[in-house]
């Protein structure tokens, strides 16, 4: 019996061809879509999840008040490790990362520019799943000057994993013994180190400082329940260990410095949250959101939704047609269980093959999508196990739902009326269809506005104008290692034709280098008065070179030697500070060090000069108050060029670096490069947005094109009998393409103000950002709107052209 | 065989009543062949979807093999339909995705016969049919002759007791109508009771009786001899 229903299954199908194509390809689109969206977002939820002990780790914060400046760290004070492990017995271990930045390497006669270099203390093994290959994880660190590489880095420097007992050169000069090879570390890590060079090896591990915070730390409890005590007892702990240093730095206890609206305060972050929930300043690589997680699951659940209603649509539109069979059957003896059964087998069957090609095209195009979405997926056996069975769920419960109409529905007609075509007019079932139709428009519009958006406000960053001049500019972003002759490579660089202006300094607007200090407005100290700006080294070239403009005072000057104490605000700054004219202002700074009276030495600042606001950080945060002083800092060159020859000079540039230092490679890159990469993430996210719009609209289409097929195959006579009395085409179109058209604008009603609601939301999370036009809906709706009434046309057109002999002989 | 007494049908929309079948009685015995006649609308599809247990009847009494059936429900019908009664329609009603085979085969599916004895009885019946060269062809390749051969054919698969025929040579010509007719008189002949519902006079001729229905009662019954 089963077998006969499998059989006019299969072969009703193939009958069927268009519609089965459609239907199954729609089915597979919109869940292979929905496959690749659920990599990614499992990819996203299984940061760090490869550690064995993760419940147990966190990770010890910072956070501190100082007056109006709020800052987050994600690193902490130095002896912070060691001394947790002390006080408290329920700790287990604590350890220690901190990232050392761009290394040279030695490989033969070359330096490699290693940029996956880590301090790690010795315990990191025992708090981290991190599987030592060769050498012996409990020791491995614990001396000065060693290192522990990956097993590709070992591979790729000594060609071998058996690499224990070799010796690697970090920047020319200093020697690590290699004391271990552990594999790579997992792609899902919120750090991704190569080298684990020991903390040991620096002095500075060493230092008992309990007012500045530079160390990743991490806390490995024996009881995952304890966090909640270890928070608890922390104003204590830092009122033990760092209460007397805040007394002679500040000169004041910690609760005084509570007292003054300040704090000082440590937490913990668990290891699993960081890649998604912590966004502070010193993590070790750049986080995600919960945000993106959470659109993407809901655009995956929206797609298969829309695919899965299709399925609906077309299988019970298309059941009608089998009317007829169900009438035959039960007059044959067919009971109604049996009928059921039938139409259930054969939805479950559809979506079988539908599933079947999903995850084959799924697998196909992964590695493109891994491209666009900058992931590491890969489909593992480990990843099957939770696949197949979910594969397998989804398979019974849509083939069961989409089945579930006509299975139900059909099996209850009265044979009779179905035999003598009673039915075929009537039944359209059509409120349901109708209700589906809309909820596809309004899932698609809500998709449409909200790539609208999304590509606005993206667009916006790009070309908003950010108070300097990405364009034109290379940077040399290893100048450092010219040491003293890096103002001979300046010099000589500024000289070249096709060079405009040249600055060095590692404080360029799209670079990493920052740094913090505090100043005041009086020499009082008064916390409340005290600003906590970014403080940068730059030299006289810098605010021509980045092309920014004064918005009062002037310029650092080589001639002027008094500059040396002068200090040139931005707008953020001195808005922040109050002052109605703060030019030949001072501001005062500590400079900290080695007093035991109340108040600390003072180093005056002279105001000359005011810079227009240029954005350093994200748009999505507002522009921070920065402090510009005149120094050496060496940390990159930035070169305005003026030339379209840029290979040509490239040449130049590079034969001068060479002359200056052979062993070492040129690193450089181009500012607007820079900057975009820094909106990477987010014009990742535009892309794939676009990606999964477009194919929830394609597959919202799909469905429609197959119902409009449908519609207008069902009402064929009607078609032939109006054309016989004179109706035009247009006619015949417009009546066919109404009640589509009327569905569509319901959804374009329907969606458009949560869309608003949603983006805007969305937009809030932007310091700097569009506001949502009018324009945008209206695109969006009419986009719609063209989209269905095209799709719908194909159909009604072919039907309207009929001739009506045709259709009216066949009755 | 048959025995209806009283029966009463009838059809509502909102605003009209019809009345297809009126306090009608009649009986059909075992082996006869009865042709029922009328004009349009006068209640003899009606009068066959009740025989035929595909429809019930509104009032009276409809006994079949000493069983009362009229208040049945769907399952008790359609399990004393598909043993007991075979039927040929004037549109065939085929299933166009299955073959002449798998079509003369589905009520045997339907009774549970193994597969075996299917395959036997299946080709049996279309050897007597004569169209055993077209069992692998689909409705839509045959004509309609051959089509109406197929539907009798799957009609008496079964070895039903009963063969209930709505204007079996409706849709065919004069030629392969005839050799319809002739079929089914030697159906009737092998013991199968019939009961055709026919405006055809040349048809009705075929049987031993005609019923003659005027708005859903018996205006005239004719002996043929």
Redesign the interface.
Known sequence: MFKNYIKTAVRSLYKNKGFTAINILGLALGLATCLLIVFYVVDELSYDRYNTKANRIYRVNEDLKLGENNVQYAVAMPPLAKTLKVEYPYIEDATRIKNAGTTHVKKGNINIVENRVGFVDASIFNVFTLPMISGEPKTALLEPNTVVLTESTAKKYFNTTDAVGKTIVFNEKENFKVTGVIKDVPKQSHFNFDFFVSLESFPDSRSNEWLRSDYNTYVLLKDAKDHTKLEASFPAFLQKFSGSQMQSELGMSISQFEKSGSHFRLNLTALTDIHLKSNRSGELGPNSTTQYVYIFSAIALFILLIACVNFMNLSTARSSNRAREVGVRKVLGSSRKYLILQFLAESILVTFVATVIAMIAAAAVLPLFNQLSGKEIVLTVESLKWLVPSLLFIILVIGSLAGSYPAFFLSAFQPIDVLKGKLSAGFKGGDLRSFLVVFQFFVSILLIIGTLVIYNQLNYIQTKNLGYNRNQVLVVQNSSELKDQAKVFKQELAELPGVKSATMTGFLPTNGWRNTRIYFKDASFDQKKSLFPQSWEVDADYIPTMDMKMAAGRNFSKEMMTDSSAVILNEAAAKFLGFSDPINKTIYQSSGGDRKGSAPNVKECHIIGVVKNFHFNSLREKIEPVVMTLGQNSGALGIRVSTTNITALMGQIKDKWNSLSPGVQINYSFMDQDFDASYRTEQRIGTIFVIFTSLAIIIACLGLFGLAAYAAEQRTKEIGIRKVLGADVSVIVGMLSKDFIKLVCIAIVLASPIAWYGMNKWLQDFAYRITIQWWVIAVAGAGALVIAFVTISFQSVKAALANPVDSLKNE | MIKITNLEKFYRTEEVETIALNKLTMEVNTGEFVAIMGPSGCGKSTLL?IL?M??DPDEGSYVFNGIEVAHFN??KR??L???NIG?V?QSF??????TVF?NVE??L???GVTAAERVKRVEEVLDKMQIMHRRNHYPQQLSGGQQQRVAIA?AVVNKPKLILADEPTGNLDSSNGNDVMELLTDLNEQGTTIIMVTHSEHDARYSHRIIRLLDGQTVMENIMV
Do not use: M, Q
Not at chain 2, 93 to 98: A, R
């Open positions: 979807n035929g595909l429809d769907e399952r359609a399990d339909r598909k043993h039927f329609f009603n085929l299933i166009d995705e299955l798998e589905l009520p599916i339907y009774t799957r």
